[in-house]
Each structure stands twice: as C-alpha cells, then as structure tokens.
C-alpha cells in the first residue's frame, strides 16, 4: 500500500480527498430530512471546535521552515479561524430559531 501513495502525487491525492469530501457533505446535507437539522448543525458546530483549534495551533505556533512558511501558515490560519467562527455562531443561530419554530405557542 505504501508504494502506490508514492506513486501518485501527494497534491492529486489531497486535491481527490478534497473533491470526495465535498461530494459527500453536499448529498449528506441535502437528504437530511428538516426535523434532522438540528442535530446536525451540532455536528457542524462540533466538527468546526476541531477546525479553530487547528487554526489557533497554526496561528500561535511558531513553525520550522522558510521565513515564509509560518507568515502564510499564520494567514492561513487566521482566514480558518474566522470562518470557524462564523460557522459556529451562526449554527448557534440557526439552530435557536429553528428550536424555537416548535415552541408551543402560549394562549
């Protein structure tokens, strides 16, 4: 197994990785049923805590390298930490008002 990934390049299996990941994500999302949604933005909001702590180590972390691996690695980093946040607040949001949709509403 070892000798076939060497044989491919390492950014056409990251980049064949990436294209599976989005295929998948797009038909798990989109045959959720409604009343699954909710569980699932915590999933999100769960799986986007992993993606901040990523991008906080690549952000604080000084890394070995050329002088502008970690300068790339920390903007990298800082643009994956936004979105993660973003992500999260607004699954938070979603996720508020969706429970609130089935709320009973008092008389």
Not at 24 to 39: C, D, E, I, M
Request: glycine share 8%; with cysteine.
């Amino acid at each position: 197994m070892e000798h076939v990934v060497q044989a491919v390049d390492p950014f056409v299996f990251r980049l064949s990785i990436f294209v599976l990941a989005v295929f998948v994500g797009y038909f798990v999302v989109w045959a959720v049923t409604p009343a699954l949604h909710t569980p699932l933005m915590s999933v999100t909001n769960a799986i986007s805590s992993v993606i901040v702590v990523g991008a906080l180590l690549a952000v604080g972390v000084s890394l070995v390298g050329s002088d502008n691996g970690p300068l790339w690695a920390r903007g990298f980093g800082f643009v994956a930490l936004i979105f993660a946040c973003i992500n999260i607040f607004g699954g938070f949001l979603v996720t508020q008002r969706m429970l609130a949709m089935y709320k009973k509403k008092q008389k």
